[in-house]
C-alpha cells in the first residue's frame, strides 16, 4: 500500500509531524518500536520533573518551619521505591492520554523496529519483513545518551540516565559526569534524599553551554546544597568503588552517572547507504526527511516538536523553513532559563553597543512571600531589541516563554515599561530589570 507520509518514531518530533499529517487529511502510517512519546516522555523529561518535584516537596517538608509549619522535620522521610512508582504511574498516565489522541485520530501504528531502505534514490520503511512505500518519509529516530571512552556503560555501576529510573535503590554516593541540563537536575534530585553527590565536569566553569552567570550561581547553589564539584576535570580510572581523576582527587562513589551529553540516532540503513542531512532536515534522499533530535540541532523536546511543524510547513504549506531562538530551562529548584546571546557570545569590540540589565530576584516582593529570593533576571539587548535573557528564579521557566514571545514580537525594550505585569508576581521583574537597569 501507497502512503502519503510515513513516520518512523513517535517521540515529539515524529508525533507532532503525525499530527500536523491527519489534520491535513493524508494517509499515515507510523513505526514506533517502544511507547509513544519518545525519549522525553518516558525517560527523560517527564520521570524527572516528577521525581524533581517530589525532592522539592521533601526539602519543603523538612524545612517547614520557614513556612510557619509545625511539624516532626527531623522524621520526614522520601521512599525511593514510592519515588520510582510516583513517577511510573505519571508516565503511564500520560501515554495512555497520547495513545487515546492518536487512536482517535485514527493513526496507524506499527509496533515494531523499522529500517530504511533506499533504492534508485529513494526510500522506502522496512518492517517485520514488510516493505512501505511513501511519498515523504519522516525519520524521527532520536537520540540516546552519550558514552565516554574509557568509560563504557555497564549498567551497573558506570550508568546513563536511563538506568537511573531502574534502579531498586537510591545509591549513597554518586558521581556525575557532565554539568549540563542532564547531570544538574539529577544532582538536584539525589542531593535532596540524602545521597552524596559529586559532579565532574571537563570544562573551566559548570553548565558550559550557560551564561557566566549562571554558571557562578550554579557553583553557589552547589556549594549551598552540599553538592562537591571539580572542574577542567576528566575521570580517568573507575573500579566500581573509586573515581581517580585527572587532577589526581579520588571520589568514593557507588556509581557513576555519564550525562556528558546525548548523541542522535539515525534511521538505520538496511543496505549499507550513506545518509547526509542538511540543516533543513532534507537528505540525499529525494524523500526522506529527518527531524528532532536525529536531525542534530538542539536536542530538546519542545525543539524537536517545533522543528517538525516547520519541516511540515515547509513541505505542504510552502513556508520558509525557519527555527527562532531556543528557550532552555534546567529544572529544580530554583529553575533556571535561558534564551539567545550570553555574556561571553559578544565579541570585545562590541560590548559598547550592548546594554545588559539585570536584577537580583530578591529586589521581587513576592520572592519573600515564597522564601525564594536566590536568583536574577539578566537581558542582554542591542540597539533596544532583547537578543538574549538569563533567569535564576523560581517560575524562571514561565518567565523565559514570555521573554522568547517579547523577543518573536519584536518589541523594544522601552515598550515593555508599557505593558501591565500583575503585582506580586515574578513576571514584574522583566519590566524591573530594564527599568532599574
Not at 37 to 51: D, E, F, R, S, V
Not at 68 to 88: H, M, N, P, R
Not at 100 to 113: C, E, F, Q, Y
Request: proline content about 4%; some cysteine; charged content about 25%.
Amino acid at each position: 500500500m501507497m502512503y502519503d507520509v510515513a513516520v518512523i518514531g513517535l517521540g515529539p518530533a515524529g508525533l507532532r509531524f503525525a499530527q500536523e499529517a491527519l489534520k491535513k487529511g493524508l494517509n499515515v502510517i507510523a513505526f514506533e518500536k517502544t511507547f509513544a512519546g519518545g525519549t522525553c516522555l518516558n525517560a527523560g523529561c517527564i520521570p524527572t520533573k516528577t521525581m524533581l518535584s517530589c525532592a522539592e516537596v521533601f526539602s519543603h517538608v523538612k524545612n517547614c518551619s520557614k513556612y510557619a509549619v509545625s511539624a516532626a522535620e527531623d522524621s520526614c522521610e522520601i521512599s525511593w521505591k514510592d519515588l520510582l512508582e510516583k513517577k511510573s504511574r505519571v508516565v503511564q498516565k500520560l501515554r495512555q492520554a497520547v495513545q487515546k489522541d492518536l487512536d482517535t485520530k485514527g493513526l496507524t501504528i506499527v509496533n515494531a523496529p523499522a529500517a530504511v531502505e533506499v533504492e534508485n534514490s529513494r526510500a522506502y520503511v522496512v518492517s517485520q519483513g514488510l516493505r512501505y512505500d511513501a511519498d515523504k518519509i519522516i525519520a524521527a529516530t532520536g537520540s540516546c545518551p552519550l558514552e565516554l571512552e574509557g568509560l563504557k556503560f555497564n549498567h551497573d555501576t558506570v550508568i546513563n540516565s536511563d538506568d537511573l529510573l531502574e534502579l531498586e535503590s537510591a545509591p549513597k554516593a554518586l558521581l556525575i559526569i557532565g554539568s549540563g541540563a542532564i547531570g544538574v537536575e539529577w544532582a538536584r534530585i539525589f542531593n535532596s534524599i540524602g545521597t552524596q553527590v559529586t559532579v565532574v565536569e571537563k570544562a573551566p566553569m559548570l553548565a558550559p553551554a550557560m551564561d557566566i552567570d549562571i554558571a557562578s550561581r550554579i557553583e553557589r547553589i552547589f556549594k549551598m546544597s552540599k553538592i562537591k564539584f571539580y572542574k577542567s576535570a576528566t575521570v580517568v580510572s573507575y573500579n566500581g568503588a573509586q573515581a581517580v581523576l585527572s587532577d589526581g582527587s579520588v571520589i568514593e562513589c557507588e556509581k557513576i552517572l555519564c550525562a556528558a551529553g546525548r548523541k542522535r540516532v539515525l534511521p538505520e540503513i538496511s543496505n549499507g547507504f550513506k545518509l547526509e542531512v542538511s540543516p533543513d532536515c532534507s537528505t540525499n534522499v529525494e524523500n526522506l526527511y529527518v527531524t528532532g533530535d536525529a536531525s542534530g540541532v538542539k536536542m530538546l523536546a519542545h525543539v524537536a516538536a517545533y522543528q517538525a511543524k516547520a519541516l511540515f510547513d515547509f513541505l505542504y504549506k510552502n513556508k520558509h523553513y525557519f527555527i527562532p531562538e531556543i528557550p532552555s530551562v534546567i529544572y529544580g529548584f530554583p529553575e533556571i532559563a535561558s534564551i539567545g546571546i550570553r555574556e561571553q557570545d559578544i565579541e570585545d569590540r562590541l560590548k559598547n553597543e550592548y546594554k545588559i540589565y539585570k536584577l537580583p530576584v530578591s529586589y521581587l516582593p513576592k520572592s519573600w512571600c515564597d522564601d525564594a529570593i536566590d536568583g536574577f533576571i539578566k537581558i542582554i539587548a542591542h540597539e533596544g531589541i532583547i537578543k538574549g535573557a538569563h533567569i535564576v528564579s523560581k517560575e524562571a521557566s514561565a518567565l523565559i516563554s514570555q521573554i522568547a514571545i517579547i523577543m518573536k514580537a519584536g518589541l523594544k525594550v522601552n515598550e515593555i515599561e508599557e505593558i501591565i505585569f500583575p503585582h506580586p508576581t515574578y513576571s514584574e521583574g522583566i519590566q524591573e530589570a530594564v527599568l532599574n537597569g
